[in-house]
């Protein structure tokens, strides 16, 4: 008797500790569908941006009038495929972006949500595959977060789709299946959302690697040496290359911020939120000082996924 009672006690405690593990698991990579349909509406909202700026150079990138002509894109990138590939004319190129555009536009008002996001996701990669030499580390990043995208409930909340669940609902018992499988009240935790929050954890983490390898980044003179290429910077960062002291706190702020990213997800709540707000105050300053892109809006965008349910709970108080 006492060794059968000492076995369940093991085991007792055993599975006790692993539903420990799973829940604390689970809390860390638990996304609020608030901040998915923010970080929907924002996805949505970056690719009309995007397209909007490409279109201003559309005939020069995009077309065989241009300096990529189907044949050299052919040529050179033989593995290529793409939907643009099938079209080279001016008024074709802005039908298809015109296309985007409209999809683009039913994913951030989250209209038929999944089937949007995946053809969404087949148009950026076909811009893409369009022009590789007009791609930066912005695009590849918009481009995974819109795949991983594909997995997620990004229209259970603040959405067409949402609102027309509610109006079936409101007219008829609810169906058994109704709510998108996985889904809480107030968030979710599966394999998509842990690939969604790692994918953004990933680019800090190699970027840190990276800069622990640089001389100019661990010197401290990495964010001063970038202000003085004239060619990189633009609005206020053409007043802040005499600045050398605050641009060095900047190196320093940054490369300590990149060396504790994977708090991103160890931490979790308010913690986290005031963490990746640090994240975000320097991409907002990346914004507005280098050219970059769209690539300091799209992390912005990406960080919506690391806001949990206390703080949507305390906004909407």
């Known amino acids: ?6 076995t369940q006690t093991a085991r007792s405690r055993i599975a006790g500790a692993v539903d420990r593990l799973s829940a604390a ?114 695009d590849s990043l918009l481009l995974m977060l819109l795949f991983w995208s594909a997995f997620l409930p990004l229209g259970a ?10 109006d079936r609902s409101a007219a008829s018992e609810p169906e058994p299946n109704s709510t998108p499988a996985g889904v809480s009240d107030a968030s979710i935790a599966t394999v998509a959302t842990m690939a969604v929050l790692v994918q953004m954890l990933l680019m800090y983490v190699t970027n840190a690697v990276h800069k622990f390898e640089s001389e100019q980044w661990m010197g401290g003179d990495a964010v001063l040496y970038i202000t003085q290429a004239d060619q990189l910077t633009y609005l206020f960062g053409n007043y802040l290359a005499e600045l050398h002291g605050l641009l060095r ?18 931490l979790t709540g308010f913690p986290r939120a005031v963490l990746g707000s640090l994240f975000v105050g320097m991409h907002l300053g990346m914004a507005v000082t280098i050219r970059v892109g769209l690539f300091p809006l799209v992390v912005v965008v990406g960080f919506l996924l690391f806001v949990q349910t206390p703080v949507w709970d305390a906004a909407e108080r």
Do not use: K
């Open 249 to 266: 706190a900047f190196t320093v702020l940054w490369v300590a911020l990149l060396f504790e990213s994977p708090l991103l997800l160890l």
């Open 25 to 138: 698991f689970a809390a860390r990579v638990a996304i609020d569908l608030r901040a998915l349909a923010a970080f929907r509406v924002g996805l949505g909202a970056l690719l009309i941006v995007d397209l909007v700026l490409r279109s201003r150079s559309l005939t020069a990138f995009y077309t065989d009038y241009g300096v990529l002509p189907r044949r050299a894109l052919f040529s050179d990138y033989s593995a290529t495929q793409s939907l643009y590939g099938f079209v080279g004319e001016p008024w074709a190129v802005a039908l298809l972006f015109a296309v985007a555009g409209a999809f683009a536009f039913a994913l951030a008002v989250g209209y038929r949500t999944r089937a949007v996001t995946v053809v969404s996701w087949v148009l950026l990669f076909s811009l893409h595959g369009r022009n590789p030499m007009v791609l930066n580390a912005g």
């Open 157 to 166: 909340r603040w959405s067409v789709d949402a609102a027309r669940r509610a």
């Open 1 to 6: 008797m006492d060794r059968t009672s000492s």
